[in-house]
């Protein structure tokens, strides 16, 4: 075996492998971008069209879920309570608000 076809075989290999490595980049940049692109829902999985008696707030930044329900609250109402219902009325699993996330306050 001559040099010639050592080296004709060893580039094949290489461009083999370069090719194996370019499909492997971009489909990771496809995964990659597919997950950035995918949208979350902050708001729950419930609707946030409020019905009659209820009430559309945006979050802002340092707002707390605490905070919100006390507007609400009447005198008589526990905060723990209105906490409560925002959270079933949203769909929420947490506490935790994000700034610019719409909420439903139902009526109390």
């Known amino acids: 075996m001559n040099a010639n076809t050592t080296y004709k075989r060893y580039a094949a290999v290489m ?3 370069a090719i194996k490595l ?4 971009m489909l990771f940049v496809l995964l990659f971008t597919s997950f950035l692109l995918m949208g979350t829902n902050a ?3 419930q609707n946030t069209v409020e019905a009659v008696n ?5 979050v802002y930044t340092g707002d707390t879920l605490w905070a919100i329900a006390n507007r609400f609250a009447g005198d008589e109402e526990d905060v ?6 925002i959270k079933e009325r949203n769909g929420l699993e947490s506490t935790n608000l994000y700034p610019g996330q719409k909420l439903v306050i139902p009526s109390i």
């Open 15 to 17: 461009r083999r492998h």
């Open 22 to 25: 370019i499909v492997c980049a």
């Open 43 to 45: 708001s729950g999985s």
């Open 54 to 58: 209820e009430e559309l707030v945006t």
């Open 80 to 85: 723990r309570y209105v906490i409560y219902l």
